[in-house]
T-cell receptor, first 114, second 113 residues
């Protein structure tokens, strides 16, 4: 069974550009999480969805960040406009309500904003 | 607010030299404590979940234990392939709905041959 899939794996962009990160959760999982990881702050939850509905976006740093989940198989995290301080590794994770509380992580997208 | 503190930040061991990693936590009521392993350039990989004080779980050279205030990840006779960053996370107990995970910053373990 394929795990969580993220694309792209690496993204380098210039300040002010729009960035879109993509995630495909594990098939059958009904929760999807977006995290950001930096050396300073560690792993931080940005937003999570349940059955494609955003439940808690209190971790989204500012209005430049937005996330959508149009269907159970796909989610995007968009940054517009991007800034150098957005440089980090962004992870997507998913879990299944009827399973344990374990979240399964994707390989991440390393974002560099110049 | 839930808090997780991991120590040490980094640990260097010789192959075969056993040691322990610490995860101290503050949570209103604990639903679960999670340990993950993260290799460079990869996402966190699930290791264990502990639910109550006194509980222990083992996997190969790793054993996780839990008290009311902290968890330890004991590494017995480590090998170089155990080198990774180990993350601890807590999940608070809630009356309804889902409670998200709060992660510590991790302990970077390096095992030299």
């Amino acid at each position: 069974d394929a795990g969580v899939i993220q694309s792209p794996r690496h993204e380098v962009t210039e300040m002010g550009q729009e960035v879109t990160l993509r995630c495909k959760p594990i098939s059958g999982h009904d929760y999807l999480f977006w995290y950001r990881q930096t050396m300073m702050r560690g792993l931080e939850l940005l937003i999570y969805f349940n059955n494609n509905v955003p439940i808690d976006d209190s971790g989204m740093p500012e209005d430049r960040f937005s996330a959508k989940m149009p269907n159970a198989s796909f989610s995007t995290l968009k940054i517009q406009p991007s800034e150098p301080r957005d440089s980090a590794v962004y992870f997507c994770a998913s879990r299944w309500t009827s399973g344990t509380d374990t979240q399964y992580f994707g390989p991440g997208t390393r974002l560099t904003v110049l | 607010e839930d808090q997780v503190t991991q120590s040490p930040e980094a640990l260097r061991l010789q192959e075969g030299e056993s040691s322990s990693l610490n995860c101290s936590y503050t949570v209103s009521g604990l639903r679960g404590l999670f340990w993950y392993r993260q290799d460079p350039g990869k996402g966190p990989e699930f290791l264990f979940t502990l639910y109550s004080a006194g509980e222990e779980k083992e996997k190969e050279r790793l054993k996780a234990t839990l008290t009311k205030k902290e968890s330890f990840l004991h590494i017995t006779a480590p090998k170089p392939e155990d080198s990774a960053t180990y993350l601890c996370a807590v999940q608070a107990r809630v009356d309804s709905g889902y409670s998200t995970l709060t992660f510590g910053k991790g302990t970077m373990l390096l095992v030299s041959p």
